[in-house]
């Protein structure tokens, strides 16, 4: 509920102002659109099903007021410059990965990544784009985390990097890398 009267507010205060056109920058970890009535009932709302909520709530939003334009990105993991004098984000997550704290294993799964510089230029275009509307995804590639981790170690051998991957890992344990690598 808080979410959906979040994003309805914004939306809302856009109208008002007569903004035709809303940016929003959400993620990937919603490219599969969890179920928030599931994760309500556990008792827990990962980001992925918030932002699933923010985002169906926001096309709700552009289906109801046609005259505004409401774009959402998805983009994966953002590396890049910051702006910022604090690392957070996919900076942060990245750093703690170099530096031994998240994933104890490689994941058997694939990371995308986008620069910053490359998703502000995706949604500049959007904002040009007159026919630009819903929900597009921003990514430069996928690649193999095991690809990920061998290019870090062959050119930055002192980081303390996850170790491959166990048996047992690989053949099932994906909810255990999923949350190391979301929470």
Known sequence: ANVERGIKHILQSCLEAKVDTAIITSSTEIDHWPDPDFHAAMGKYPPGATKTLMDRHALAFADEHPDMRIVIFNPSMILGPMFHPEMHGSLAFFRAVLNGEKLDEIPYDTMSFIDVRDLAELELAALENKNARGRYFGM???????????TIK??????SLPRPASSASSNGQHEKENEQING
């Open 140 to 150: 430069v590639a996928s690649w193999n985390w095991k690809d990920i981790v061998d």
């Open 154 to 159: 062959r050119n930055y051998p002192e980081y």
